[in-house]
């Protein structure tokens, strides 16, 4: 399985970005997704994670109600709407997947996630 994230970028504090993760190859049609990043100097840290059904969806406290993840199945793509953008969440982002049952909900921890990609760079200026 491959993953290719796109859409990171240069925005305002306050501005909105939407990244793009296709999932291609293998087993990619039945996998659970989710989206991580890591900032300078820091570990890597979930952000959001949506079922291989696209019916359970999770995020991390400091972007729940901002971020939004979603996927298009026909398409093989994940998403990762992102608004009211600040500073503090300047970081590469990366996406990641793996395969599952229909409905089991994805685990936050990053050894769970067994495809990764590339990471995506979003800086928010203040």
């Known amino acids: 399985v491959q993953l290719q994230a796109s859409g990171g970028g240069l925005v305002q504090t306050g501005g909105s970005l939407r990244l793009s993760c296709a999932v291609s190859?293998?087993?990619?049609?039945?996998?659970?997704a989710a989206w991580f990043r890591q900032a300078p100097g820091k570990e890597r840290e979930f952000v959001a994670s949506?079922?291989?059904?696209?019916?359970?969806?999770d995020y991390a406290d400091s972007v729940k109600g901002r971020f939004t993840i979603s996927r298009n199945s026909a398409k093989n793509t994940v998403y990762l709407q992102m608004n009211s953008l600040k500073p503090e969440d300047t970081a590469d982002y990366y996406c990641a997947a793996s395969p599952t049952i229909l409905t089991v909900t994805p685990k936050r921890n990053e050894n769970w996630w067994r495809y990764w990609g590339q990471g995506t760079l979003v800086t928010v200026s203040s």
């Open positions: 190859g293998g087993d990619s049609y039945r996998t659970a």
């Open positions: 949506i079922s291989r059904s696209g019916g359970t969806t």
